[in-house]
């Protein structure tokens, strides 16, 4: 059965740091892309960064270019998002995902959620003032 484990979320300060981590079991991790989605306290889902199968390619939202950043060891068939200068707009329980990319491209990755096959249950984050 495929899972997708997230962990490393908490509470931090304005300006502090978290290191998220994704652990895929059960998956053909090296052939799937990955990604990172959030859902803040009343709102919609919300794209924040994705890597490609290797590792080669990054995309990254706007709100978070600068802050955030993505890597992927598949030897361990992990995903981290590392965060840093958190501001509280970030708060947010996080998702990883996977997409193989068949039914979307690489490109327009995280303008959908519907090629992705497989999310984690999601871990929070709070930054507090």
């Known amino acids: 059965q495929v899972e997708l484990v997230e962990s490393g979320g908490g509470l931090v300060q304005t300006g502090g740091s978290l290191r998220l981590t994704c652990v895929a079991n059960?998956?053909?991790?090296?052939?799937?892309?990955m990604a990172w989605f959030r859902r803040a306290p009343g709102k919609e889902l919300e794209f924040v960064a994705a890597i490609s199968q290797s590792g080669s390619m990054t995309q990254y939202a706007g709100s978070v270019k600068g802050r955030f950043t993505v890597t992927r060891d598949n030897a361990k068939d992990t995903v981290h998002l590392q965060m840093n200068s958190l501001k509280p707009e970030d708060t947010a329980v996080y998702y990883c995902?996977?997409?193989?990319?068949?039914?979307?491209?690489?490109?327009?990755?995280?303008?959908?959620?519907?090629?992705?096959?497989?999310w984690g249950k999601g871990t929070l984050v709070t930054v507090s003032l």
């Open positions: 059960g998956l053909a991790f090296s052939a799937y892309a």
């Open positions: 995902a996977a997409d193989d990319l068949y039914a979307s491209s690489w490109a327009a990755i995280g303008l959908s959620v519907d090629g992705f096959d497989y």
